[in-house]
């Protein structure tokens, strides 16, 4: 009886706790539809539609309305947006086929669709709930000092300082980018982890900036960039990007402007994947070859980009039954950009795939060398790349044994649960990126956390990543970067 009146008199303490219930409603809608339309054999595309339509609309209302309750940082609310691009609008990609590699795979089965319907909001309710429960509880018994603003208001009237020290990462990337020492390299990414902190107190520095400030920042921003664009590096560019972005929305809170620079943040996301694929294509060696592109053509990536983003496949049943339905989906806005723009969001086919692979036997190993990760490589000189299942995932996936575009894929976190120990495994995975959540969302207050609020916020947000690979790993990093600092500051009593 104790028990049973401990749940009806539980209640939510703060509007933010009932923004991530809210989303886990909406986990558990998209989850529970997909269900339904598997036990009473509905074949009905209009629902599964507007299913992933509603599980996406709210996801990013809820996002929107978390990070103005909490902080523009919270890692939970970044992980609702991902859920909302990756699960939602990348739901909504696979349905219509958009992906020329859909139709070859499935024909004209939906049930690909109702997998990962399932999938999604299953792991998506977990991670958000296992994700609640342990911040909650940090906050409860290990208190910790919400002073974060302190670093902004320290930062604010230091431009200068900001600057030089992007300048000098830069010089340091430059000199040493070609540099073939693995360990080397790694020690030199880790050192660069700084970097996307730097930019972050540059968009907090903008409003108080000059006209002559603003071009020299711009111009770093160009600088930056560009040379994280010849490195063929995606993570680079939107580290810079989200960094900067998210700095300009400490002062600016205005719901409308973070969705217009959000907007312009996506838009450039899904535009640059093509260009990069393009470049690595291009390019054999890693280390040799990576920063040499005299040998194309200015208009060469571009044409690329265009070719990929713009062709759509011609034999998509799915997408002709929805719009015979939908005089949204049957507009010429549709298939000139909002088609375009959902290809480069699909998700839905690679989990599709690798769901069908585990229920034929062929399960994955991935998580297999978990244990690898807690082994540093400054210690284990012939440490394996455990980075490198992306590649060998691209070549089952598009049945390219060569690989000859040195190409990668994601098969995000929740379908490389399934395709490891299939249900246990989604278990696993969700529970294990909630509870990272939960510890990076505790923090996210603390006068050290924006020192790595880019990068988890990339973490939280990328769904499409390795999660053992990828997530776990850096998590770890982040983690230990964070306590050497934290470490730092106690013994120096710095921030008091």
Not at 348 to 364: A, D, N, P
Request: aromatic share 16%; net charge positive.
């Amino acid at each position: 009886m104790k028990l049973i009146s401990r749940v009806m008199s539980f209640k939510l303490e703060n509007t933010a706790d009932q923004i991530i219930f809210f989303m886990i409603a909406n986990a558990v809608f998209l989850f529970l539809v997909s269900y339904l339309q598997i036990l009473l054999d509905l074949n009905s595309l209009p629902l599964r539609f507007w299913s992933l339509t509603i599980f996406s609309i709210f996801g990013t209302i809820f996002f929107v309305y978390l990070i103005q309750k909490t902080t523009v940082f919270s890692p939970i609310a970044w992980f609702i947006f991902g859920a909302s691009v990756f699960f939602g609008l990348g739901g909504i990609a696979g349905l219509l086929q958009l992906h020329s590699w859909t139709n070859q795979l499935f024909g004209n089965s939906y049930q690909y669709i109702l997998n990962n319907g399932l999938l999604n909001g299953g792991s998506v309710a977990t991670v958000l709930l296992s994700g609640w429960i342990i911040s909650s509880l940090l906050n409860k018994y290990f208190k910790i000092n919400q002073d974060g603003h302190l670093c902004f208001e320290y930062f604010r009237n230091r431009y200068w300082l900001i600057l030089i020290s992007l300048v000098g990462m830069f010089l340091l990337k430059i000199v040493f980018i070609s540099y073939e020492n693995y360990i080397f390299q790694s020690l030199l990414s880790k050192i660069l982890l700084i970097q996307p902190f730097l930019f972050l107190m540059l968009g907090v520095c903008w409003g108080a900036c000059d006209l002559r400030r603003k071009l020299l920042s711009c111009s770093v921003i160009f600088f930056v960039t560009a040379s994280a664009f010849i490195d063929c590096s995606k993570y680079q560019i939107f580290l810079v990007l989200i960094g900067f972005m998210v700095g300009l929305w400490i002062d600016h809170k205005d719901i409308r402007f973070r969705l217009q620079s959000l907007i312009i943040i996506c838009t450039i996301f899904i535009f640059i994947n093509p260009i990069v694929t393009y470049l690595r294509s291009s390019l054999s060696d890693p280390f040799k070859e990576k920063a040499i592109i005299s040998n194309l053509k200015f208009d060469q990536p571009i044409i690329a980009a265009r070719d990929l983003i713009l062709t759509l496949p011609k034999d998509s049943s799915n997408r002709m039954n929805l719009k015979n339905n939908d005089p949204i989906l049957n507009s010429d806005f549709s298939e000139k950009f909002l088609f375009p723009a959902l290809r480069r969001l699909d998700t839905s086919t690679i989990q599709g795939f690798l769901i069908e692979r585990y229920q034929q036997g062929k399960s994955g190993d991935s998580m297999s060398e978990v244990w690898m990760l807690f082994v540093p490589r400054i210690v284990w000189k012939d440490k394996p790349v455990i980075t490198r299942h992306g590649q060998e995932l691209y070549s089952e996936f598009y049945n390219d044994p060569v690989n000859n575009f040195k190409s990668s894929v994601g098969p995000t976190y929740s379908a490389e649960g399934y395709w490891n120990y299939g249900v246990k495994g989604v278990l696993i995975v969700s529970i294990l990126f909630g509870i990272i959540l939960g510890v990076f969302e505790w923090m996210s207050k603390s006068l050290l956390y924006p020192l790595l609020a880019v990068p988890v916020i990339f973490l939280a947000f990328n769904l499409e990543a390795w999660f053992f690979s990828t997530v776990l790993g850096n998590a770890i990093i982040y983690t230990s970067i964070y306590m050497i600092f934290f470490t730092i500051k106690k013994r120096f009593n710095f921030g008091r």
